[in-house]
């Protein structure tokens, strides 16, 4: 079994893709949205779930928050480079090594 498709197999995947997203899109702007019993069943799953995670997100947040805030330095500098390297020398130098701005 080739998982390689040509050209004309690709276009066919997308297409089909995009029709389902539009089909979706459609029943729910359409039937979902201006149900109420069923808008307030998925309200009630996505309390739920955001309260079964809450700990979940807590410690995604810890563990990545030196990366979080590297990335909000980068994007609050994005326009004046040598502001950042002036101010934050070290900063300047972990986000260029991840990537996060280009020079």
Same mark, same amino acid.
């Given at each position: ?59 995604? #947040? ?29 900063? #300047? ?11």
């Amino acid at each position: 079994m080739s998982l390689e498709l040509d050209s004309q197999e690709i276009a066919n995947v997308l297409k089909s893709y995009k029709k389902k997203r539009d089909r979706e899109r459609k029943i729910y702007h359409q039937v979902i949205k201006h149900n109420d019993v069923l808008m307030e069943r998925r309200r009630e799953i996505a309390r739920e779930h955001y309260w079964k995670n809450k700990e979940k997100k807590k410690e995604y #947040y810890e563990k990545n928050k030196e990366h979080i805030r590297l990335q909000r330095l980068a994007s609050y500098y994005k326009d004046n480079l040598e502001t950042l390297k002036d101010k934050y020398p070290l900063d #300047y130098e972990v986000m260029v090594d991840l990537e996060l701005i280009t020079i």
